[in-house]
């Protein structure tokens, strides 16, 4: 693995040599460079400090509303964790790794993108490194540019770092990659700590690289958190649904329970409150019906689209298209066609085009299309029911 950034270059002019490649010049796109490991490549680039834009909420599918990258949902607490985490980062010189677990839904993604926002208002670089076959949505603003100048360390956060090839972590972590750039701090993000990080860590000590984990404890361990977490989330969605009177909407009468424990089934909770509220549909009464719920209008939302848009993909296709995004996560257009003619998902080949361009439609990708069903516990949810055989109903 090579790869050498010109020296004196700034975040968002110069060129990168890499191995077996000419330069490329890289001018406010957000993009750092490509760090390629056998047939592997990685996109170094600038961590996104804005949410993502998105259109109107009431033409998104449901569970967009969850996205974490649109941040719809004001953020609130993890004082302790952000306190604990600007600590770190502002510790020794070198190359120092953080490894924040938890299991999906509790809000490492969120309290990255805080924490990344509030690195770089204090001046560090925040990059992000990620493995996907297309290159990255422009993501640089004037601020990150401008923190460039003042050059206190680099952030650089990894996501789903657990889904990392053994090995890949180590030559980017203990490689020269990150290094002359002053104090370096690298926040992993993964849902285990299991033997992949037992074994990382061990790789990291023998260059030098010091590492340690933090679990990412529950946001609202009480019944009086989850009632003030479920009370913002429900006046936030209703505000972008439209829905008067969210005062109105009650919490679920079991939020004591362990079900409700991860921060994102309180906002689940909060999104089909108030969805039913507008639409004049029974909630579900406990958590375990929530993810149903939201699939159900899932189902809901591309018949509509099938209905009012002549030619759009029939809601049974749509569903195995989001089976399989949900499998495959995103691919360049080319690839997802791919794909679907791989599995034959019909019997035209004709039309493998038209459902990768009608499931964009449905779900926006962030860079490349087939973005699966988001959140992840959605998503998970979406693949087991569908493989016990249940068909959503709308």
């Not at 974490?68 to 510790?91: K, M, N």
């Not at 980017?172 to 993964?190: E, I, K, N, S, T």
Request: aromatic content about 6%; glycine content about 10%.
């Amino acid at each position: 693995m090579r790869w050498w950034p010109r020296r004196g270059a700034g975040p968002n002019t110069g060129r990168i040599d890499q191995s077996g490649t000419a330069g490329i010049t890289l001018a406010n796109t957000g993009e750092i460079g490509s760090i390629t490991i056998g047939p592997a490549t990685y996109l170094l680039e600038h961590f996104p400090l804005a949410p993502t834009d998105h259109p109107d909420p009431k033409a998104l599918a449901p569970s967009r509303l969850l996205a974490a990258r649109h941040q719809l949902v004001r953020f609130t607490g993890r004082d302790d964790e952000l306190r604990w985490l600007a600590g770190w980062r502002d510790g020794p010189a070198g190359v120092v790794v953080r490894l924040v677990h938890a299991s999906g839904g509790q809000g490492k993604t969120r309290l990255a993108a805080k924490f990344a926002a509030a690195s770089a208002a204090e001046g560090w670089l925040v990059w992000q490194a990620r493995h996907r076959p297309a290159a990255a949505t422009p993501s640089a603003t004037d601020g990150q540019r401008e923190t460039a100048a003042a050059g206190r360390g680099v952030l650089l956060v990894i996501d789903y770092a657990e889904r990392w090839p053994a090995g890949h972590l180590v030559q980017v972590l203990g490689d020269g990659v990150l290094r002359g750039h002053g104090p370096v701090r690298v926040l992993l993000l993964a849902r285990p700590a299991g033997l992949w990080w037992t074994a990382l860590r061990h790789e990291l000590d023998e260059v030098d690289v010091a590492a340690d984990q933090i679990p990412l404890a529950p946001l609202a361990p009480t019944p009086e958190d989850r009632v003030a977490v479920f009370g913002a989330a429900r006046d936030r969605f209703a505000e972008l649904l439209g829905v008067a009177d969210p005062g109105n909407i009650a919490p679920p009468v079991d939020l004591d329970d362990d079900d409700y424990a991860r921060v994102l089934t309180v906002h689940m909770a909060a999104l089909v409150a108030v969805d039913a509220a507008g639409g004049g549909r029974r909630a579900p009464a406990d958590a375990v019906g929530l993810s149903s719920y939201l699939l159900d209008r899932e189902h809901a939302y591309w018949l509509a689209l099938h209905t009012h848009r002549p030619g759009h993909t029939w809601p049974l296709v749509m569903s195995r298209a989001v089976f399989l995004a949900t499998l495959t996560r995103p691919l360049p257009r080319e690839r997802a066609v791919g794909v679907l003619r791989h599995v034959e998902l019909t019997s035209s080949a004709k039309t493998y085009g038209q459902i990768t361009d009608d499931h964009a439609v449905c779900y926006p990708p962030a860079d490349t299309v087939f973005e699966p069903l988001y959140p992840d516990h959605l998503g998970e949810d979406f693949l087991a029911l569908q493989l016990r055989g249940r068909t959503t109903a709308s």
